[in-house]
């Protein structure tokens, strides 16, 4: 059954909420493996970080945050940072040429299923093509089949590039975005 929820970019008083999603993230068993934060760290942060957060996913022209609201729930979450040539990512790889990154997707687990991937990734695509990107591209652990596949289902393919980080071996994915430049 196709959800109901409300998908919109974060407002910029919505930090606890952020937080508290964020936490639901870093705490679920079968999406903490794609996170390079723990629950411990997120803990660490003060009210002022996770009010900086809202502001940047808000406000920012470099980044926004997209939620999926399901009455008073928050269901899911998409972030999308734009990244220029030179610039350093969330992992420290110099970028090459400009792109669009998305980053903390997660949907909880009564909410997946319901097209809210689908949903998130095209509300990340047309704010990151309003701001000239041609492609999304994220990273997801070689070992997380289940997120493969939702991100094959909706476009994304290997680039062929495969790495280490924190969590693992990653494998990136890029998705075109059509109708850009």
Same mark, same amino acid.
């Given at each position: 059954?196709?959800?109901?929820?409300?998908?919109?970019?974060?407002?910029?008083?919505?930090?606890?909420?952020?937080?508290?999603?964020?936490?639901?993230?870093?705490?679920?068993?079968?999406?903490?493996?794609?996170?390079?934060?723990?629950?411990?760290?997120?803990?660490?942060?003060?009210?002022? +970080?996770? =009010?900086?957060?809202?502001?940047?996913?808000? *406000?920012? %022209?470099? &980044? #926004?945050?997209?939620? @999926?609201?399901? !009455?008073?729930?928050?269901?899911?979450?998409?972030?999308?940072?734009?990244?220029?040539?030179?610039?350093?990512?969330?992992?420290?790889?110099?970028?090459?040429?400009?792109?669009?990154?998305?980053?903390?997707?997660?949907?909880?687990? +009564?909410? =997946?299923?319901?097209?809210?991937?689908?949903? *998130?990734? %095209?509300? &990340? #695509?047309?704010?990151? @093509?309003?701001? !000239?990107?041609?492609?999304?591209?994220?990273?997801?652990?070689?070992?997380?089949?289940?997120?493969?596949?939702?991100?094959?289902?909706?476009?994304?393919?290997?680039?062929?590039?495969?790495?280490?980080?924190?969590?693992?071996?990653?494998?990136?994915?890029?998705?075109?975005?059509?109708?850009?430049?």
């Amino acid at each position: 059954m196709r959800s109901r929820a409300e998908v919109r970019r974060v407002r910029l008083h919505e930090w606890a909420e952020i937080r508290d999603l964020r936490m639901a993230a870093v705490s679920d068993p079968d999406a903490s493996m794609a996170f390079l934060t723990t629950l411990d760290q997120e803990r660490e942060r003060d009210d002022a +970080a996770w =009010r900086d957060r809202a502001a940047g996913a808000a *406000l920012g %022209e470099d &980044a #926004a945050q997209f939620v @999926a609201v399901d !009455g008073d729930a928050w269901v899911g979450s998409v972030s999308v940072l734009l990244r220029a040539s030179g610039d350093r990512d969330h992992l420290d790889r110099a970028v090459a040429a400009p792109r669009a990154d998305v980053v903390g997707v997660f949907i909880t687990p +009564a909410a =997946r299923g319901a097209g809210l991937l689908d949903r *998130l990734i %095209e509300a &990340a #695509a047309a704010w990151a @093509a309003e701001h !000239g990107a041609d492609a999304l591209t994220l990273d997801v652990h070689r070992d997380n089949a289940r997120a493969r596949a939702a991100y094959r289902r909706i476009g994304f393919s290997p680039t062929g590039v495969e790495f280490t980080s924190v969590i693992g071996p990653e494998i990136e994915m890029r998705k075109p975005l059509r109708g850009t430049r």
